[in-house]
């Protein structure tokens, strides 16, 4: 079974508890790393715990959510080895994976449209790394990261 780690900050905590409704109907093992309310807390402090679980290998998948999703995916970026693709469209939710093989999806959570998200994370799940010149540009982005981090 496939396990998908959660996270949102308040703004994104009502479609976290969304998606997860839909991950758990599709037989998906899910982990939530929190937020667990509408309180007021720190988008940063959810991305890095996503982003760690998704690269430790505890979770092969992330889906990460804060008011826009901007902040969240910024964060999430900072962590090696996380492609955290800030996701709008089910064009870009097939893509982020086909193309750069993203393992965190990133939606906004104010406001969010029930239908589209199920769309988005459907196609998102279902689609697949395409390889070939992608691969090439992935390890690209990896070098970078390798670079900036100093070996």
Request: net charge positive; aromatic share 6%.
């Amino acid at each position: 079974m496939t396990t998908i780690v959660l996270g949102s900050d308040h703004a994104g905590y009502r479609i976290k508890q969304f998606i997860e409704g839909l991950l758990v109907a599709r037989c998906y093992h899910v982990e939530d790393v929190g937020t667990w309310s509408t309180a007021s807390v720190d988008y940063p402090d959810f991305a890095e715990k996503l982003a760690l679980r998704v690269r430790g290998g505890r979770g092969r998948k992330g889906i990460l959510t804060c008011g826009t999703g901007i902040g969240a995916s910024i964060a999430a970026n900072k962590v090696p080895g996380i492609r955290a693709a800030l996701v709008c469209n089910v064009r870009e939710a097939r893509l982020s994976i086909e193309h750069n093989n993203a393992n965190v999806l990133v939606l906004g959570g104010r406001p969010f449209d029930r239908a589209l998200t199920r769309r988005i994370v459907a196609t998102w799940l279902r689609s697949s790394f395409q390889g070939g010149r992608h691969l090439r540009r992935v390890r690209k982005i990896a070098g970078i990261e390798s670079k900036f981090l100093g070996g």
